[in-house]
Nanobody
Framework: QVQLVESGGGLVQAGGSLRLSCVAS????????VAWFRQAPGKGREGVAC????????YYARSVKGRFTVSMDKVKNTAYLQMDNLKSEDTAAYYC????????????????WGQGTQVTVSS
């Protein structure tokens, strides 16, 4: 069974930090591109960041570049999203996903999704 499970969300004040974890089971996470998306109520999922295991490159949405950092621990089969200097507009449910080829910030590039973890940033 392939599965992704996110954790680490919570309520933080603006300017604070959170680290989200995404634990993979049933497959080696290092064989895939791993992306983080977020979704606010009533809106579509927005690509936040991606770690491409093919060339170890990273991609970030302009809105989070310089504040968020994506990484991976292959031994633990876990991906991470370090979020610093959080802003109220970062409030959303955050999802990790695995993918192969395609645009990094397109939901259609990914075939397995986690259940999501809520991040709420207060002003």
């Amino acid at each position: 069974q392939v599965q992704l499970v996110e954790s680490g969300g919570g309520l933080v004040q603006a300017g604070g930090s959170l680290r989200l974890s995404c634990v993979a089971s049933g497959f080696p996470l290092g064989n895939y591109a791993v992306a983080w998306f977020r979704q606010a109520p009533g809106k579509g999922r927005e690509g936040v960041a991606c770690f491409n295991n093919m060339d170890l490159s990273t991609y970030y949405a302009r809105s989070v570049k310089g504040r968020f950092t994506v990484s991976m621990d292959k031994v633990k089969n876990t991906a991470y999203l370090q979020m610093d200097n959080l802003k109220s507009e970062d409030t959303a449910a955050y999802y990790c996903a695995r993918g192969g080829w395609g645009s990094w910030n397109a939901t259609t590039s990914y075939d397995v999704w986690g259940q999501g973890t809520q991040v709420t940033v207060s002003s």
